[in-house]
């Protein structure tokens, strides 16, 4: 599709006429017109506008002419797994895993190469297989390439320093010293909380990155799960894979 033609479906579906568009977007009704006309394209700042407010990238408006590829992992990129900024912008060059709340998530190429090579190992594709090729591609990716250059990696690896010292100074009977935290997709580690009440919650976010870590306890029987972000920690414990879960702690920041 043409981006005439992904304009005036993303404006009807969402219900909005040529005018209440324009407002959106601080445009005039002529402007929207000749855009579905096709005889204009929106201006940069225009199409991070419309990006945000029917929340596709931009390279959707545009009608996908590049097949987008997240430059830190190399996972090819979709809407729905696009990162984007703390203003709520997508950000086209990453993917939500690797670039969340601002932050890149990954310091350390071998422990991004883990965390891949537990999503994408199968029959077809064996582990080595998957670790050769994770080897040689990611380096020639635009983040790796530019790891010294990019900004907030040395604030993130401070950030990381001070929730470790937090989750230690909680002092948790049975947890070991915590010394070092991983990147973790929540669909993985969010797990199903039974209440007092009966009632059962997950308190993660299946979509979200977060920093984590898997502990054995020091009485033995059972696992300590830790994950955190910027707001809380939760600090869990859990029978092998994720039995019977228990909230230790769950604690804003």
């Not at 190429?109 to 064996?126: A, G, T, Y």
Request: hydrophobic content about 35%; aromatic content about 10%; some cysteine.
């Amino acid at each position: 599709m043409e981006t005439k033609d992904i304009i005036l479906e993303l404006r009807t579906k969402n219900g909005l006429s040529q005018d209440e568009l324009a407002q959106k977007v601080f445009v005039t009704r002529q402007a929207v017109s000749r855009w579905e006309n096709g005889d204009t394209v929106p201006n940069t700042e225009t199409l991070k506008q419309l990006s945000k407010l029917f929340d596709v990238s931009i390279n959707t408006l545009l009608g996908s002419p590049r097949q987008l590829i997240c430059q830190c992992c190399g996972m090819p990129l979709e809407d729905h797994s696009t990162s984007r900024e703390k203003d709520g912008f997508f950000n086209e060059d990453y993917c939500k895993w690797c670039y969340a709340d601002g932050n890149y998530m990954y310091s350390d190429m071998d422990d991004l190469i883990d965390v891949c090579v537990r999503n994408m190992v199968s029959e077809e594709h064996p582990e080595d297989e998957v670790r050769s090729y994770l080897k040689a591609t990611l380096p020639k990716l635009d983040y790796w390439k530019r790891y010294k250059e990019l900004g907030g990696n040395e604030a993130f690896e401070e950030f990381k320093k001070q929730l470790i010292a937090e989750i230690n100074a909680l002092n948790i009977e049975g947890m070991p010293k915590l010394e070092k935290l991983n990147a973790l997709v929540g669909s993985y580690i969010n797990l199903e909380y039974r209440l007092p009440n009966g009632m059962t919650v997950k308190l993660l976010d299946d979509n979200a990155t977060y920093l984590g870590n898997q502990l054995e306890c020091e009485f033995g029987g059972r696992c300590f799960g830790i994950a955190a972000n910027m707001e809380f920690i939760l600090i869990s414990t859990y029978e092998e894979n994720g039995e019977a879960p228990e909230i230790v702690i769950y604690k804003k920041r």
